[in-house]
């Protein structure tokens, strides 16, 4: 699960691709200057790739292996990135589905890490073939991706690409909703849900080193002690159906200053019985469905706040972009955060981590090898 909008509708085959994603977020770049699309003096590019497209909405059956898919041409702010490493998210599953509309057909795949070898005409200063980069962006289901390159970047000395994948979408995530969703304070009693998943994980090491006290929930007994490793201080299991009791216990029967909430439609109202006075129920993704439509009034009782939050609406600005970054890499780095990787699948078997993330039986980034 994870925080993400709709900004980035496409990838989509063989529809263009939006040249908006380079126009409307402020590259690190001079002014449009057209020059011919520069690639690799070393070697020539295929026409062709391995790749991933979905041409109709369902299952994981709709996830189709092609060997013969175009490689991209790169628009005016793109990069050319030969994927050495692809991540999968709960939110691809929502664009299978069509739980989020989108036209197809389209090619999954919300990051990636990898080698640049093609420079867009213009807005793509900064870069040079042969650099290792991790993007977001469209298209990552696939051996090569055009990424918006207001949305790469260059990859520390001491980060591995396959960690920089695994952590660049959820933890940003995970910081956003913590430092603009909803401000935790050190001592502040919060509620997590799905406290193993992929932006969960990321949520409990945060709040851990934040001074927070976190209660977390997961959907199994196996992963209880996955959880306090984390950082959880209090773990409830779902099923057992003691959530509220316990928060009601630690907090003196006041309620959590935040509940993050990425289930949805199955515990929305819950979260919201949960939050305090002047809390804030975040709400940041549809594992159980899209929350349904409540009265506003509600939040009058306890003068709550509710947040449906967008990654991408935090990171705009390059500016914005990069400040999140370099603390998402100080922390794997300095603070030395557990990047965790549930498990790499052959890109062919793209179908089979998707049938796995659906499961909620996962712990961890789910990563596909092109």
């Not at 997961?218 to 992963?223: I, L």
């Amino acid at each position: 699960m994870s925080v993400l909008p709709r900004l980035f509708p496409r990838n989509i085959l063989p529809l263009p691709r939006l040249a908006a994603i380079g126009s409307h977020l402020s590259p690190p770049t001079t002014p449009f200057q057209p020059t011919n699309i520069r690639k690799m003096s070393t070697q020539s590019l295929p026409k062709t790739m391995h790749g991933v497209q979905v041409s109709k909405t369902g299952g994981p059956e709709v996830l189709e292996y092609k060997t013969d898919l175009p490689t991209p041409t790169l628009l005016a702010g793109e990069l050319l990135i030969r994927n050495s490493i692809i991540g999968i998210n709960y939110i691809d599953t929502y664009f299978r589905t069509g739980l989020y509309p989108s036209p197809k057909p389209e090619i999954l795949g919300r990051e990636a890490a990898g080698e640049v070898v093609a420079l867009g005409p213009s807005g793509v200063e900064g870069f040079k073939e042969g650099d290792r980069v991790v993007w977001m962006g469209n298209g990552g289901y696939a051996e090569y991706t055009a990424a918006p390159a207001a949305k790469t970047l260059k990859v520390p000395d001491g980060i591995s690409s396959e960690d920089a994948c695994a952590a660049i979408l959820q933890g940003l995530t995970a910081i956003t909703l913590v430092e603009e969703a909803h401000k935790v304070e050190s001592g502040d009693w919060v509620l997590v849900l799905a406290a193993t998943g992929g932006v969960g994980g990321w949520l409990c090491q945060i709040l851990r080193a934040k001074g927070a006290h976190t209660i977390g929930t997961v959907g199994s007994e196996a992963k209880v002690e996955e959880a306090k490793r984390l950082g959880a201080e209090v773990v409830v299991v779902e099923e057992q159906g003691r959530v509220e009791e316990v928060v009601k216990e630690k907090t003196g029967g006041l309620g959590v200053r935040a509940v993050f909430d990425g289930v949805g439609k199955a515990t929305f109202e819950r979260s919201l019985e949960l939050v305090a006075r002047k809390g804030t129920v975040v709400s940041f993704g549809n594992a159980s469905g899209a929350v349904e439509p409540f009265s506003i009034s509600k939040l009058s009782a306890k003068n709550v706040k509710v947040a449906r939050p967008s990654l991408y609406n935090y990171i705009y600005t390059r500016g914005e972009y990069e400040k999140y970054a370099d603390e998402l890499f100080r922390l794997m780095t300095d603070e030395k955060f557990d990047v965790r990787t549930h498990k790499t699948y052959p890109l062919k078997d793209v179908a089979q981590a998707h049938q796995d993330i659906e499961s909620r039986k996962t712990m961890g980034k789910l990563l596909l090898s092109p």
